[in-house]
């Protein structure tokens, strides 16, 4: 999602490792092409180097030691309106969730007990 960059990272940083199916986390890349270093003394941007070769996806190396993807020739551009996301939206372009389907924090139903 354009600007939304910030969101898909702190939500991904939320995620359980044991959520089933697995998120595949290592495909989040920079509009850029390039793989976020995480901070000194990490290894997050070799793990995830070494995810995205196992997928067939060639990392390469930037002048500046980055490490980096074509994303002309891995990237995924849809064009607007073709991905089915199974989610309904209202006139204001947002998921409308159904009422009876919502819940309080706690995990019980989100009316009040009387």
Same mark, same amino acid.
């Given at each position: 999602?354009?600007?939304?960059?910030?969101?898909?990272?702190?939500? =991904?940083?939320?995620?359980?490792?044991?959520?089933?199916?697995?998120?595949?986390?290592?495909?989040?890349? $920079?509009?850029?092409?390039?793989?976020?270093?995480?901070?000194? @003394?990490?290894? %997050?941007?070799?793990?995830?180097?070494?995810?995205?070769? $196992?997928?067939?996806?060639?990392?390469?190396? @930037?002048?500046?030691?980055? =490490?980096?993807?074509? =994303?002309?020739?891995?990237?995924?551009?849809?064009?607007? %309106?073709?991905?089915?996301?199974?989610?309904? =939206?209202?006139?204001?372009?947002?998921?409308?969730?159904?009422?009876?389907? $919502?819940?309080?924090?706690? %995990? %019980?139903?989100?009316?009040?007990?009387?």
């Amino acid at each position: 999602m354009p600007r939304h960059s910030r969101h898909v990272g702190q939500a =991904l940083k939320f995620v359980s490792p044991d959520v089933q199916p697995p998120i595949p986390w290592y495909r989040v890349i $920079a509009s850029s092409g390039m793989i976020s270093s995480r901070g000194p @003394g990490t290894t %997050g941007a070799d793990r995830q180097r070494q995810e995205l070769e $196992a997928e067939g996806i060639e990392v390469n190396v @930037g002048r500046m030691g980055d =490490l980096r993807v074509d =994303l002309r020739r891995y990237g995924w551009f849809p064009a607007p %309106g073709t991905v089915d996301t199974d989610v309904e =939206l209202n006139e204001d372009g947002e998921a409308d969730v159904d009422a009876s389907e $919502a819940t309080s924090e706690d %995990g %019980g139903d989100s009316e009040e007990e009387t």
